[in-house]
């Protein structure tokens, strides 16, 4: 049970009816969460709230609880809208919603850029109640008069510094204004830029704060790590690491959507099973790239700050930042990812010389001194790699008919030294020969050790084995940008340019 000023509160305690009581128990929920204990009542009392809290500190639940009670079942007009910043998220929340919603009769909608219009609109007919959805998306509906907003009683602003980020503020500012003045609205924050505070002057009555404490969003679950590193070391560097400790379930965050492209594609090249989720991609691929992450498909998942939103997988267990983040909020977010539901996990953050205040600044948020690493050296990384190739190799002889090769398996023998042969194998199976180029990126600026700036910016060998923010200041994000999928060649010097 989570504590408010001396008093140990439970669900019960929260001023939420039987009905919705009965729905938090079915879905698992044991007890509020900080968020949630400090949010409830005063949403339930008609507050304004501004929270500043993470994916995974329960807020959803937090605002969706309030809304689902206090929202009219028998009316259709929509009476609740959630804006949130990403496709992923948008999903997730609605999903969310609509299974504590389900007793209730309540109906959830989401519209998202990226797919098909028509069947929001055919949706949009059914008369849900909330709506849940991207901000490019929904200015198109409402452009289209597929959506009216002159009856909503609650809004919510959800992950309001990656809308920011993304270059939404101008349109969530025209969404708001078709919202009528009395509405109750909640704002939600990993972190409170001016911009997001200016949001809260404007637009919101008396907003109560409720933040969630550095010490509550980090966990004593998760070993932190940091490498000093220059740029051009941190791609060779990391996949030593791999090598070395095999992590299993393995997210990795760069700086920018380019970044995000050319890593995924180096490790594919050395044969890890990875994949690059960001924003250009189209609905599909991200929805089978999260599939296959989470049917341990793909072992290694390189994304951006922006990407990883909404992104709900466990049992992750190593999160690794090729690209420091530019805020310490965001740090916490991306390590959140790990060390969840009582498993442990690490976190290893590369480091370049200049950006050594970045950490610091870190460190003084989440009040834990990183360890340094020390990276592995070319053998050490050699003898992990060749603990898994030769596993391979045995696998390759237990499954192979050798009959069918004998003949010319003999001439082989009779050509070479036996010992030579199998080296050449564990070679090949190493896949270390493979040389993978990533286009420098210019380091952070050295901003003298605070840490508070903001940055726009998220195993088996071969096929078989285990395993940043986009550059969106200043501009728009297109809802409906859509990319064809890579497709990723296996050369013995790969080298990937710069396409931007």
């Known amino acids: 049970m ?10 019960q305690e929260l001023g939420l009816t039987a009905s919705l009581l009965e729905a938090v128990a079915a879905n698992g929920y044991t007890e509020p969460t900080a968020i949630q204990a400090q949010t409830i009542p005063l949403t339930l009392n008609g507050e304004d709230v501004i929270g500043q809290a993470q994916t995974g500190t329960g807020k959803t639940a937090a605002f969706a609880l309030p809304i689902l009670q206090g929202i009219d ?73 597929t959506l009216k907003l002159d009856h909503v009683r609650f809004l919510v602003l959800d992950e309001a510094d990656e809308m920011l980020n993304m270059g939404f503020l101008e349109d969530i500012e025209k969404i708001i204004k078709q919202t009528p003045e009395d509405r109750q609205t909640m704002l939600f924050s990993a972190t409170m830029p001016a911009p997001i505070k200016r949001v809260g002057v404007q ?24 490498v000093k590193v220059r740029d051009n070391e941190k791609f060779d560097t990391m996949t030593r690491l791999f090598d070395v400790n095999q992590p299993k379930v393995t997210i990795i965050f760069c700086r920018t959507k380019r970044r995000v492209d050319e890593v995924a594609k180096g490790l594919i090249a050395r044969g890890y099973q990875a994949a690059g989720l960001h924003g250009d991609l189209t609905q599909n691929r991200r929805t089978q790239i999260m599939n296959e992450f989470k049917r341990d498909q793909i072992n290694y998942l ?22 420091i983040p530019q805020d310490p909020e965001s740090y916490v977010h ?38 340094p690493l020390k990276p592995p050296t070319a053998d050490e990384a050699l003898a992990g790699q060749l603990k898994f190739a030769k596993d391979d190799v045995a696998k390759l ?99 990937i340019k710069n396409k931007h």
Do not use: C, W
């Not at 009555?205 to 932190?224: F, G, M």
């Open 2 to 11: 989570f504590q408010v000023g001396g008093t140990h509160l439970n669900f």
């Open 73 to 145: 079942v028998n009316n259709p007009d929509v009476q609740a809208l959630v804006i949130s910043p990403t496709r992923e998220l948008a999903i997730q929340t609605q999903r969310e919603i609509q299974k504590l919603g389900k007793g209730e009769g309540a109906r959830a909608q989401v519209v998202y850029g990226g797919s098909d219009i028509r069947k929001q609109i055919y949706d949009l007919k059914k008369k849900p109640q909330i709506i849940v959805g991207t901000p490019g998306r929904l200015l198109d509906h409402i452009q289209r008069r």
């Open 203 to 226: 637009f919101m009555t008396d907003p109560k704060q409720v933040k969630v404490k550095a010490k509550e969003l980090t966990t004593d679950l998760v070993d932190q790590y940091y």
């Open 302 to 323: 390189v994304a951006t700050d922006v990407a990883a939103r909404g992104i709900d997988v466990s049992g992750v267990t190593h999160v690794y930042n090729f690209d």
């Open 334 to 371: 991306r390590i959140g990812r790990t060390g969840r539901a009582g498993h442990h996990g690490t976190s290893v953050t590369f480091v370049t010389p200049s950006e050594m205040s970045y950490l610091r600044g870190i460190e003084k948020l989440t009040k834990v001194r990183m360890l």
């Open 397 to 495: 002889v237990q499954k192979t008919d050798t009959s069918r090769f004998s003949g010319v398996a003999q001439e082989l023998l009779d050509q070479y030294d036996g010992l030579d042969l199998v080296a050449a194998l564990l070679n090949e199976l190493s896949g270390d020969q493979v040389k993978v180029h990533i286009t420098p990126e210019r380091p952070l600026k050295s901003h003298g050790g605070r840490g508070n700036g903001r940055h726009s910016g998220g195993g088996y060998r071969r096929n078989n084995r285990r395993g940043g923010s986009s550059n969106y200041r200043g501009k728009r994000r297109n809802d409906h940008r859509e990319h064809g999928d890579q497709h990723h060649s296996r050369k013995n010097n790969f080298v």
